[in-house]
């Protein structure tokens, strides 16, 4: 299940864009909405705006014009009117509506904003909670009012061609961009209180990686080679998550730009590399790497190696690819690279439960409980990360369902990043660390690397931990007197076999010698 939490991880860091606080609008996708903060509730240089810059128009009707909105979402019922029976709402004041009289003449060629509407719900009339700016432009360039943002909210900008051809279903093609300018910077209004959390959690791995390596340094003479995996990985993801608080601190003082748009796909290939690492550091441990065996046979550890480069290769085929793929215009052949990725992550998965199961039984068949006993702590760690997940997404969904559409929308913007992409980070920082943590460096630790416990009662041996073996070295004597005949930390085997046949020797004359005395 930890193999498959790191998956879900991975992929929902994957899919989550960072967003700018420039987004395009168009023909195709007529409406963008983003959150935005007021000068008071997040300080800043500017006055946040909203702005509207026409890039393209090829009109496809005389006179015709590109009618925009901009409008606070929890106001988007006083947008548009509904006419009788119908159940469409007539959105754009034209001559028909004119002279229909859903609007009047001074409005045309706008959307229709009505002041205050009918709340079935409470009865009553409702007014708007915020002002609405409506206008029309027929030329490319920068318009030249802006929307004041004076309260903090989720705002959205919609823009449609005055005419429509309902019967070839055709309209005028546009392209705009749409400025959603925040007081602090660049970065939308739901991505930047990401900006804080992962410059904490770059320092929260750098923390947990000096004391990894004060450990690693102090036992330096007695290191196996997992832990040295385990001190490189720390830090590969301590400087992962000091790019990823870069990019979004570059990106909030430049925007998006050609460099930063190449430093997100280089941030991609790393998370990549984090997700296909982690799988393999818990293949090599769950086949016994470092703990129940020194070493794996060569063979297999060349096939965990190249299974990894095989993955983390489909892995960046289906990032570039995915940044290939215009998001406008989505094409079912993304699916080339990603199913072969999606198996790939799966096959890991099966290989890292089976590697496990057949460890475990290998422990228990051997009577090895001490090693036991840590597999065990290590699938604890796994099923306790595995149900804080999911009782994550327990509550958060329980959450989203007890609000309405609106508030969902309205209240979500600002914490919607901590469910989607900060809450699975941090509890792979907390398992990553335990694990990590399970296996640190100590001043004997070495030695379940070499060494072999006997069959023994179990009672007697399961309070024995990694951290009794200290114990050892300190006191020889009480090593011969107590534990001699429960634990053996070198087996015979490793015994060189000429320092047998002269301690058999030793023995026999002494043997002989006291046969001899009287």
């Known amino acids: 299940m930890f193999a498959h939490k790191f998956l879900l991880v991975f992929l929902v860091q994957l899919l989550s864009a960072v967003l700018a606080n420039k987004e395009t609008i168009g023909h195709k996708y007529e409406q963008v909405c983003s959150g935005m903060y007021s000068k008071q509730d997040f300080h800043g ?34 947008i548009g009117v509904y006419e009788g029976d119908s159940p469409y709402k007539t959105y754009i004041c034209d001559d028909a509506a004119v002279e229909r009289g859903v609007c009047e003449e001074e409005h045309l060629n706008e959307f229709i904003i009505k002041d205050t509407i009918y709340d079935p719900e409470t009865g009553e009339n409702q007014s708007m909670k915020n002002s609405v700016m409506t206008f029309s432009q027929s030329t ?39 400025n959603f300018r925040n007081s602090y910077g660049q970065l939308a209004g739901a991505e930047i209180n990401k900006l804080p959390m992962y410059g904490l959690l770059a320092i929260a791995y750098g923390v947990a990686m000096a004391l990894y390596s004060f450990a690693f340094w102090k036992h ?17 993801l301590t400087t992962e998550n000091i790019f990823v608080w870069a990019y979004y ?110 460890t475990t039984q290998y422990l228990k068949e051997q009577r090895q409980v001490v090693k036991l006993k840590m597999y065990r702590n290590l699938l604890l760690v796994i099923w306790c990360s595995f149900i804080i997940l999911s009782a994550g997404i327990v509550v958060s969904s329980v959450f989203y369902l007890g609000m309405n559409t609106i508030e969902m929308i309205e209240r979500d913007w600002r914490t919607r990043f901590f469910f989607t992409d900060f809450w699975p980070s941090l509890v792979y920082f907390v398992v990553f660390c335990a694990i ?3 296996w640190r460096p100590t001043d004997t630790s070495y030695m379940l690397a070499a060494s072999q416990q006997l069959p023994t009662d179990p009672e007697n041996v399961a309070d024995f931990d990694l951290g009794d073996l200290q114990s050892f070295e300190d006191d020889n004597e009480d090593l011969d007197n107590n534990l001699v005949d429960d634990i053996s930390i070198i087996t015979e085997e490793e015994v060189p076999s000429n320092f047998r046949d002269a301690n058999n020797t030793n023995n026999t004359n002494d043997d002989s010698d006291s046969t001899n005395k009287p």
């Open 436 to 438: 990590a943590f399970m």
């Open 140 to 178: 490319t360039g920068l318009h030249d009012t802006k929307y004041s943002v004076v309260k903090t909210g989720f705002y959205c900008v919609m823009a449609r061609p005055l005419y429509y051809d309902s019967e070839n279903y055709k309209s005028s093609k546009y392209a705009a961009e749409v």
């Open 249 to 358: 601190d570059i990106v909030n003082q430049k925007g998006i730009t050609a460099g930063t748009t190449v430093y997100m796909v280089f941030l991609s290939i790393m998370s990549a590399g984090k997700a296909t690492f982690s799988f393999f550091l818990l293949l090599i441990v769950a086949l016994g790497y470092g703990i129940v065996y020194p070493k794996l046979n060569k063979s297999l550890m060349r096939k965990c190696q190249f299974y990894t480069i095989f993955s983390f290769a489909l892995c960046v085929a289906f990032l570039i690819h995915s940044y290939t793929v215009d998001i406008e215009d989505p094409t079912p052949f993304i699916m080339i690279t990603f199913i072969p990725f999606l198996l790939s992550m799966v096959v890991f998965y099966f290989l890292i439960i089976r590697a496990m199961s057949k």
């Open 45 to 78: 240089k500017v006055d946040p705006f909203i702005s509207f810059d026409l890039k393209k128009f090829s009109s496809n009707f005389d006179d015709d014009t590109i009618v925009v909105v901009i409008y606070d979402f929890q106001d988007y019922q006083h």
């Open 220 to 236: 330096k003479h007695e290191l196996l080679p997992l832990q040295k995996y385990l001190l490189a990985f720390f830090v590969f």
